[in-house]
């Protein structure tokens, strides 16, 4: 079975400074990882994901991520945080058949100005 | 080139009252997904498709059924409505999984509300 363990419902960050979400998974097999933000009243955007290849993976609004097999970790950050970074986000862990997702419960950021 | 949508956007129903939720999605997908969002839980699976014709059952299927009779369309349905299926509910979809584009796209969501 895969899991998603988000540390930190709550995270606040002062406008500038570095953004740090945590994500540790559980996989019995190689994993597909993916961050989600979702904004207030909207679905899910995808940031990025890591499928194979690079470990450090690059999203958008200068989101990235680290794939870390030893640490089974999957740690978003952003070196500077924008008030428009202010959302929930979601770390996600693919299935052992490939169909279906795990999610973590979820980290809302708050940017303080 | 809408992706996935979902309607209606919100509903108040009394209980044990009937509704259903229609996703329709335009991206030729194959797979399609129901989830349920509560605060402090994330989202959880309640049902999926993998084709037309074919639903299988998530983490929390109990209360909920599906129907996928045309590829573009997954309908989530609620026989009798409870207060605890209050929640809101997302639709997904995602293409084959040997795809590189294997990401979940989502819909905007459902805002359902059981008196």
């Known amino acids: 079975a895969q899991s998603v363990t988000q540390l930190g419902s709550h995270v606040s960050v002062s406008e500038g400074a570095l953004v740090l979400l945590r994500c540790n998974y559980s996989?019995?097999?190689?994993?597909?990882l993916f961050w989600y933000v979702q904004y207030p009243n909207q679905g899910l955007q995808l940031l990025l994901k890591?499928?194979?290849?690079?470990?450090l993976v690059k999203g958008i609004n200068g989101f990235e991520a680290e794939f870390k097999k030893s640490e089974t970790s999957f740690h978003l950050t952003k070196p500077s945080a924008h008030m428009s970074d202010a959302a929930e986000y979601f770390c996600a862990v693919s299935g052992d058949t490939g169909n279906q997702f795990y999610f973590g419960t979820g980290t809302s950021l708050t940017v303080i100005p | 080139n809408a992706g996935v949508t979902q309607t209606p956007k919100f509903r108040v129903l009394k209980t044990g009252q009937s509704m259903t939720l229609l996703c329709a999605q335009d991206?030729?997908?194959?797979?399609m997904y129901w989830y349920r969002q509560d605060p402090g839980m994330g989202l959880r699976l309640i049902h999926y498709?993998?084709?037309?014709?074919?639903?299988a059952k998530g983490e929390v299927p109990d209360g909920y059924n599906v129907s996928r009779l045309k590829k573009q369309n997954f309908l989530l349905g609620l026989e009798s409505a409870a207060p605890s299926q209050t929640s809101v509910y997302f639709c997904a979809s995602s293409a084959l999984w040997d795809s590189s584009y294997n990401e979940q796209f989502f819909g905007p969501g459902t805002r359902l509300t059981v008196l």
């Open positions: 991206m030729n997908h194959e797979y």
């Open positions: 498709s993998v084709g037309e014709g074919t639903t």
């Open positions: 890591y499928t194979t290849g690079a470990t």
């Open positions: 996989s019995s097999v190689p994993p597909y």
